[in-house]
């Protein structure tokens, strides 16, 4: 039986690789950041009747998409001899081909797999890949059907790069993440709301050293499904570590490693639902807490109930659908009034190892009644 393959997805951050390439030159992904890269795993240009010279050959008559700028083709080959062939040599600028000798590249992209009878398999597949290393699409072509239409198509359809701007000086230093939950996830976290019902959510407070739960109508309203199910939690964590945390420790050096609280809440345009400025570790019951994020559900059905930063100017910040918004702990924020619809959104709190010592030691703050979110 052959082994699982576990294929990076849509939102994942493309495994990391360096690898040599024709004329003796090495090519490394990480440092090929800033552009759009289409990644072409076509075994060699020999085996399969001939597909993968034919895979190649297809795409020099798209070379066009490539302007090693802004955009990058890079083919992945099992066969070194590949980097010398006469169709190699002749790629233009925008276009590489590397080699996978020992199909370690293949084998972290789910492009290759170990048999039963301990073979290695091969694939076909592309992954295109936005300028910041996520993967917007990934497309696989069978050598039954060799043509790369909808793999032209696809890469076609990624929206233009913006041109370039002069930064703003109120700009907040928070990440905007696309892709992080898939539409099908963010529907069926709506629908857990509305089956399990919300309570009303209060905020932290410290009265005399203790953390406290407060309400406060003019501060906050909200209502919170707090999510039990394991199932549930685990999809959270896997997406959140595989498409949040690497973008933490690239940006701001922090290695998260812990999640505090799964939660659904909702925002409702009939009650105004809003949080009024505030930090989100001012409290020893609270201290631990390093990035807060916010997923939002369903971008699109709802009007106010945006992000600001106050200390940061006026900007207002709404990721899509499925995106999340990401920023310190420390920052001062808020959540506008949502003056129609429901917003829905998922709500956690990102933290290490050190800061769950810190959770522990000031568990013995929190008030009466007050448990910790099961991290």
Same mark, same amino acid.
């Given at each position: 039986?052959?082994?699982?393959?576990?294929?990076?997805?849509?939102?994942?951050?493309?495994?990391?690789?360096?690898?040599?390439?024709?004329?003796?030159?090495? !090519?490394?992904?990480?440092?090929?950041?800033? $552009?759009?890269?289409?990644?072409?795993?076509?075994?060699?240009?020999?085996?399969?009747?001939?597909?993968?010279?034919?895979?190649?050959?297809?795409?020099?008559?798209?070379?066009?998409?490539?302007?090693?700028?802004?955009? !990058?083709?890079?083919?992945?080959?099992?066969?070194?001899?590949? #980097?010398?062939?006469?169709?190699?040599?002749?790629?233009?600028?925008?276009?590489?081909?590397?080699?996978?000798?020992?199909?370690?590249?293949?084998?972290?992209?789910?492009?290759?797999? =170990?048999?039963?009878?301990?073979?290695?398999?091969?694939?076909?597949?592309?992954?295109?890949?936005?300028?910041?290393?996520?993967? %917007?699409?990934?497309?696989?072509?069978?050598?039954?059907?060799?043509?790369?239409?909808? @793999? @032209?198509?696809?890469?076609?359809?990624?929206?233009?790069?913006?041109?370039?701007?002069? %930064?703003? #000086?109120? &700009?907040?230093?928070?990440? =905007?993440?696309? *892709?992080?939950?898939?539409?099908?996830?963010? $529907?069926?976290?709506?629908?857990?709301?509305?089956? *399990? +019902?919300?309570?009303?959510?209060?905020?932290?407070?410290?009265?005399?050293?203790?953390?406290?739960? %407060?309400?406060?109508? *003019?501060? $906050?309203?909200?209502?919170?499904? #707090?999510?039990?199910?394991?199932?549930?939690? &685990?999809?959270? &964590?896997?997406?959140?570590?595989?498409?949040?945390?690497?973008?933490?420790?690239?940006?701001?050096?922090?290695?998260?490693?812990?999640?505090?609280?799964?939660?659904?809440?909702?925002? *409702? /345009?009939?009650?105004?639902?809003?949080?009024?400025?505030?930090?989100?570790?001012?409290?020893?019951?609270?201290?631990?807490?390093? !990035?807060?994020?916010?997923?939002?559900?369903?971008?699109?059905?709802?009007?106010? +109930?945006?992000?600001?930063?106050?200390?940061?100017?006026?900007?207002?910040?709404?990721?899509?659908?499925?995106?999340?918004?990401?920023?310190?702990?420390?920052?001062?924020?808020?959540?506008?009034?949502?003056?129609? /619809?429901?917003?829905?959104?998922?709500?956690?709190?990102?933290?290490?190892?050190?800061?769950? $010592?810190?959770?522990?030691?000031?568990?013995?703050?929190?008030?009466? /009644?007050?448990?910790?979110?099961?991290?």
């Amino acid at each position: 039986m052959e082994q699982p393959r576990i294929i990076p997805a849509r939102g994942d951050i493309a495994p990391p690789f360096n690898a040599l390439a024709s004329k003796n030159e090495s !090519f490394s992904l990480p440092r090929a950041g800033g $552009k759009r890269i289409m990644l072409c795993f076509f075994a060699d240009l020999k085996g399969s009747n001939g597909f993968g010279r034919t895979l190649i050959e297809s795409w020099l008559q798209h070379a066009s998409l490539f302007d090693s700028k802004e955009s !990058f083709f890079v083919g992945i080959t099992y066969n070194e001899e590949d #980097l010398s062939d006469p169709l190699t040599l002749s790629l233009p600028e925008g276009m590489i081909v590397v080699s996978d000798k020992s199909a370690e590249i293949a084998r972290i992209y789910g492009i290759a797999a =170990i048999t039963s009878e301990n073979s290695l398999r091969h694939y076909h597949g592309h992954f295109i890949l936005e300028n910041n290393l996520t993967i %917007a699409d990934t497309i696989v072509i069978s050598p039954d059907d060799p043509s790369i239409e909808k @793999v @032209v198509e696809a890469w076609k359809r990624l929206p233009a790069l913006p041109s370039p701007l002069p %930064a703003r #000086l109120d &700009q907040a230093p928070v990440l =905007i993440i696309p *892709n992080v939950f898939e539409p099908a996830l963010c $529907k069926a976290l709506i629908e857990g709301y509305r089956k *399990n +019902g919300g309570t009303p959510s209060g905020y932290m407070k410290e009265v005399n050293g203790r953390t406290i739960v %407060a309400v406060d109508p *003019n501060h $906050k309203v909200r209502s919170d499904w #707090l999510i039990e199910d394991r199932d549930i939690q &685990q999809a959270a &964590q896997i997406r959140i570590s595989r498409r949040i945390a690497p973008h933490i420790a690239k940006c701001f050096q922090f290695h998260v490693t812990r999640i505090e609280r799964y939660i659904v809440a909702c925002y *409702n /345009g009939a009650e105004k639902g809003h949080f009024r400025a505030h930090r989100d570790n001012t409290t020893k019951g609270t201290a631990h807490r390093r !990035f807060a994020v916010t997923i939002n559900l369903n971008a699109d059905e709802y009007e106010g +109930g945006d992000l600001t930063f106050p200390e940061f100017g006026r900007s207002t910040y709404r990721a899509p659908t499925g995106g999340a918004v990401v920023f310190s702990c420390s920052l001062m924020h808020q959540a506008m009034p949502v003056v129609k /619809g429901e917003r829905f959104c998922f709500l956690p709190f990102l933290y290490d190892e050190a800061a769950a $010592k810190i959770r522990e030691e000031n568990s013995k703050y929190l008030g009466d /009644g007050l448990k910790p979110y099961r991290a």
